[in-house]
């Protein structure tokens, strides 16, 4: 299972994102924000922090207007690894190398369909261990 959530400046983008997943039949929990209205990131970010501690998601899309602010307040969880992505080739490094569990976008900087490509990527390639898990597993996991 996976969660999505943004703040008021990611909202457009969040909206975009939650189309091409439903059409590609994924199923997710959606955190809010729901309109326009300011929301803080960090309360998104706490709520998507909440349910990777449950274990009831395990991988996640953030977004907020630089994707900067709510990617700090995602990696203050122990076990995410939220990447900021701009390209595809961020995307799939992020899942290959860091086995990023949570994509973040900055909903003010990023195309619509350039975040949708690069969510495909990021939820379709796994984490290549070898060499990179040692890093990984002084990240903390």
Request: proline residues 1%; contains cysteine; glycine residues 12%.
């Amino acid at each position: 299972m996976l969660a999505i959530g943004c703040d008021h400046a990611g909202y457009s983008l969040k909206r975009s994102l939650i189309d091409s997943l439903s059409s590609d039949g994924y199923e997710f929990i959606d955190l809010g924000a729901y309109g326009e209205d300011p929301v803080d990131y960090p309360d998104i970010a706490n709520m998507m922090g909440e349910l990777f501690m449950k274990g009831q998601v395990f991988k996640g899309i953030l977004v907020c207007g630089s994707g900067i602010g709510i990617s700090i307040a995602a990696n203050r969880f122990k076990l995410i690894r939220a990447a900021l992505v701009h390209d595809q080739a961020a995307a799939s490094s992020a899942r290959k190398h860091n086995d990023a569990n949570v994509i973040v976008f900055g909903g003010r900087v990023i195309d619509k369909s350039l975040a949708i490509g690069c969510l495909k990527i990021f939820l379709e390639t796994d984490f290549e261990g070898g060499r990179h898990q040692a890093r990984v597993l002084k990240l903390g996991q």
